[in-house]
T-cell receptor, first 112, second 109 residues
């Protein structure tokens, strides 16, 4: 079966712009979580969606937002990009909140 | 929140050697997962192991929940084992995994 698909794989944006990243979970998985990975902070949880509802949220500013569609695909948006937003953004899906995660290959965002 | 500490932070091995990676956590956990991140950034789930022992080929993991630690064993290491190994735990309250900082493994041929 197909894995978790994230698009695009790479992205270069300018400070102040906004960006939208996409994640398609494994078929049948209804929980989608997003993580930011940086060398300095490691893997940090952004938010988790289940059945189109944000169920959990990490400690990130309001510039970071997301949503989930009825087919479980999820998008995350970052507005007013800052240099510090440069990171690998990883999406993970799971069958249920207490099941193991399957991660996508990530989107590497560079803000210049 | 829960603290997750992994050791060692860095490990360099010769192909064929064995190794043990450790994950300590500060509170009772609902679940524990081990991941391998390859040099291209892909995180692969290795084990879902809240307690007990599991084996998958050359890899095995043991979690002793009562003593709040987990071990990942890699036997007969290969160059393809290189990458970063993460431990992630979640408590029953949120079920959102908290990741450790990882162990960076380099296996030389």
């Amino acid at each position: 079966k197909a894995g978790v698909t994230q698009t695009p794989r790479y992205l270069i944006k300018t400070r102040g712009q906004q960006v939208t990243l996409s994640c398609s979970p494994i078929s049948g998985h209804r929980s989608v979580s997003w993580y930011q990975q940086t060398p300095g902070q490691g893997l940090q949880f952004l938010f988790e969606y289940f059945s189109e509802t944000q169920r959990n949220k990490g400690n990130f500013p309001g510039r970071f937002s997301g949503r989930q569609f009825s087919n479980s695909r999820s998008e995350m948006n970052v507005s007013t990009l800052e240099l510090g937003d440069s990171a690998l953004y990883l999406c993970a899906s799971s069958l249920a909140i207490d099941n193991g995660y399957t991660f996508g290959s990530g989107t590497r965002l560079t803000v210049v | 929140g829960i603290q997750v500490e992994q050791s060692p932070p860095d490990l360099i091995l010769q192909e064929g050697a064995n190794s043990t990676l450790r994950c300590n956590f500060s509170d009772s956990v609902n679940n524990l997962q081990w991941f391998h991140q390859n040099p291209w950034g892909q995180l692969i789930n290795l084990f879902y192991i809240p307690s007990g022992t599991k084996q998958n080929g050359r890899l095995s993991a043991t979690t002793v929940a009562t003593e709040r630690y987990s071990l990942l064993y890699i036997s007969s290491s290969q160059t393809t084992d290189s990458g970063v190994y993460f431990c992630a735990v979640d408590t029953g309250g949120s079920y959102i995994p908290t990741f450790g900082r990882g162990t960076s493994l380099i296996v030389h041929p």
